[in-house]
């Protein structure tokens, strides 16, 4: 329904042909329009009705005062199921240490959030099929977990900023959710609004990278750049996704088009990791509550566990 609906727009609509560099960026960039948008709403209005119940609060009350293994399997979980995103890392950060809980567990939980949410799976689904969307979401919360243990190693409490500890956020009392079939709704619908207004951006962009790469790149370039077993092609990968900024989201369809061209399965994934978890923008934020030894570390571990992802799955693939 959707390749048909993008060889409608671009081959007969706009009468392009299909044999060109244009014709065929419009063609993909049509169809991934409506496929992602069309799961994204769908997705996140079904995921909001489950979630009606859950918030940042409680989801730091979930993780207090569980011995460590256990919070940290919990703040992976969550934060994979959770929709929050860089720009929600400060307050989770403060919540969870006013909380006391472990940073190592926080600095697990900030690693899953971004990078790993179900919107983000079900249209890997859609698009590059469960096998993949499966070896993203498992290396992901890989990832989250061991990159939070190496955290704590370095014992990252002395980097956290002073005005940190000294905040008290309280026992502040929770209204009571609505839990009915209507408040759920509304909830839902509200969950819609939100996510989809803020990130619908930077899908669009996403999706425009990968119509431009998928017209214009000549696959037989891709092949003999990013295409081979070469080593530095997942270091390349994870570089080039610090300067950009999206989520697990918005860089879907970049690398769909990756994929279609050539590039290994390993690279295209330390590239979608790297842009949904240690872009520029992501730094600058946790900037606010660490200083600079702890994002340097903090995007050391991250850069080298993306790496070692990307030269294991070249290896298998």
């Known amino acids: 329904m959707f390749e048909r609906l993008g060889d409608l727009t671009a081959f007969h609509l706009l009468r392009l042909s299909p044999d060109s560099h244009l014709g065929s960026a419009v063609q993909f960039f049509v169809m991934d329009v409506a496929k992602i948008f069309l799961l994204l709403v769908a997705v996140i209005y079904v995921m909001g009705l489950l979630r009606a119940m859950l918030s940042p609060e409680r989801v730091r009350a979930f ?101 940190v500890w000294k905040i008290r956020m309280g026992e502040a009392a929770m209204a009571e959710p609505d839990t009915s079939l209507l408040g759920r709704h509304r909830y839902a619908v509200g969950e819609v609004r939100e996510i989809v207004g803020r990130i619908w951006r930077w899908v669009l962009i996403g999706i425009a990278v990968g119509a431009l790469f998928h017209g214009f790149v000549p696959a037989g370039w891709v092949t003999e750049h990013l295409g081979g077993d070469d080593w530095f092609t ?18 879907i369809p970049v690398a769909e088009a990756m994929l279609t061209k050539g590039v290994a399965v390993g690279t295209t994934l330390a590239l979608m990791m790297s842009v949904a978890a240690l872009s520029l923008p992501e730094m600058l934020i946790l900037r606010k509550v660490i200083r600079w030894p702890a994002l340097a570390l903090f ?5 080298i566990a993306f790496t070692l992802v990307g030269w294991g799955f070249n290896l298998i693939a």
């Open 234 to 251: 997942v270091p390349a990968g994870v570089l080039l996704g610090i300067p950009l900024y999206s989520n697990a989201t918005g860089i």
């Open 63 to 163: 993780v207090r005062g569980r011995p460590d293994w256990q919070a940290r399997g919990m703040a992976v979980t969550l934060g994979a199921v959770t929709p929050f995103c860089s720009c929600s890392s400060v307050p989770l950060f403060i919540g969870f240490v006013e909380a006391g809980i472990p940073l190592g567990v926080t600095f697990s939980f900030l690693i899953a959030s971004p990078m790993i949410n179900e919107v983000a799976a079900v249209i890997l689904v859609g698009i590059l099929g469960w096998k993949l969307a499966a070896l993203y979401v498992a290396a992901g919360l890989l990832v989250a977990w061991f990159g939070g243990i190496a955290m704590q190693a370095f014992r990252p409490e002395r980097w956290v900023e002073d005005y």
């Open 299 to 303: 995007a050391g571990v991250l850069a």
